[in-house]
T-cell receptor, first 116, second 109 residues
Framework: GAVVSQHPSWVICKSGTSVKIECRSL??????MFWYRQFPKQSLMLMAT?????????EQGVEKDKFLINHASLTLSTLTVTSAHPEDSSFYIC????????????FGPGTRLTVT | GQNIDQPTEMTATEGAIVQINCTYQ??????LFWYQQHAGEAPTFLSY??LDGLEEKGRFSSFLSRSKGYSYLLLKELQMKDSASYLC??????????WGAGTKLIIKP
């Protein structure tokens, strides 16, 4: 099956700094990628939909200036958490949709962000 | 509006059968998914239903009734490794997934 990777798998940063998370589709071209956030014991929350070559579509309540998304190629999307605060500590997961298989989204392994 | 309901937690015994129910109300429907998620890990795909009926895949089966807005995931011959959260999600007309809160399944020996 299709493989999606994320880097880093975990990161600890200081409050006020920025962190970049990469999401790559390894064996297919993903025209659409999704970024999720998951707090402990809660379900996935969609943050934004990232389309290659265009601006991301953010869900209501997600600050686009704080969570910068770039989908510069068909295999790479990045999420940058700017001026991170402890409340941004969470599990960030990306997924990618293979346009040849309409229905399935393939998930990356997730990135655990801890802001101290 | 869009709403997906599933039980918060269920407990079952190793070797037994458990059924996890999911009811949904969504605008636009492109199918229903079940995912398994172990603590600290990303979800893994279990099943996809877009037509009414039962889809069987090994120990796991998934059922859909579109007229009732209802699905269930059936797990047979439960193993300890099946202890996880099970997420029900529907796909809307924009191919976005709408997620339920997940059902934490606890397997006891």
């Amino acid at each position: 099956g299709a493989v999606v990777s994320q880097h880093p798998s975990w990161v600890i940063c200081k409050s006020g700094t920025s962190v970049k998370i990469e999401c790559r589709s390894l064996d297919f071209q993903a025209t659409t990628m999704f970024w999720y956030r998951q707090f402990p014991k809660q379900s996935l929350m969609l943050m934004a939909t990232s389309n290659e070559g265009s601006k991301a579509t953010y869900e209501q309540g997600v600050e686009k200036d704080k969570f910068l998304i770039n989908h510069a190629s068909l295999t790479l999307s990045t999420l940058t958490v700017t001026s991170a605060h402890p409340e941004d500590s969470s599990f960030y997961i990306c997924s990618a949709r293979d346009p040849l298989v309409d229905y399935e989204q393939y998930f990356g392994p997730g990135t655990r962000l801890t802001v101290t | 509006g869009q709403n997906i309901d599933q039980p918060t937690e269920m407990t079952a015994t190793e070797g037994a059968i458990v059924q996890i129910n999911c009811t949904y109300q969504t605008s636009g429907f492109n199918g229903l998914f079940w995912y398994q998620q172990h603590a600290g890990e990303a979800p893994t795909f279990l099943s996809y239903n877009v037509l009414d009926g039962l889809e069987e895949k090994g120990r796991f089966s998934s059922f859909l009734s579109r007229s009732k807005g209802y699905s269930y995931l059936l797990l047979k011959e439960l193993q300890m490794k099946d202890s996880a959260s099970y997420l029900c999600a529907t796909m809307d007309s924009n191919y976005q997934l709408i997620w339920g809160a997940g059902t934490k399944l606890i397997i006891k020996p």
